[in-house]
């Protein structure tokens, strides 16, 4: 079986943790807020959804 890396759009900040993301939408308008709430945990849901369906989760050595 091949080996698969995911890999992040360059055109989009990445966060590397859920305070990080929290943090930057907090610095937001109220509506633009709900807005980037809604956003990021749809696609957190869908890529979520997607790897469960898809792969077979182990961790790596060393990281649980």
């Given at each position: 079986?091949?080996?698969?890396?995911?890999?992040?759009?360059?055109?989009?900040?990445?966060?590397?943790?859920?305070?990080?993301?929290?943090?930057?939408?907090?610095m937001h308008i109220p509506e633009e807020k709900r807005l980037?709430?809604?956003?990021?945990?749809?696609?957190?849901?869908?890529?979520?959804?997607?790897?469960?369906?898809?792969?077979?989760?182990?961790?790596?050595?060393?990281?649980?």
């Open positions: 079986m091949a080996d698969i890396k995911l890999e992040t759009n360059k055109m989009f900040r990445t966060f590397k943790t859920q305070k990080e993301a929290i943090d930057y939408i907090e980037l709430y809604m956003g990021f945990f749809f696609g957190l849901n869908y890529a979520t959804h997607q790897v469960n369906e898809t792969f077979d989760l182990t961790y790596k050595k060393g990281k649980k």
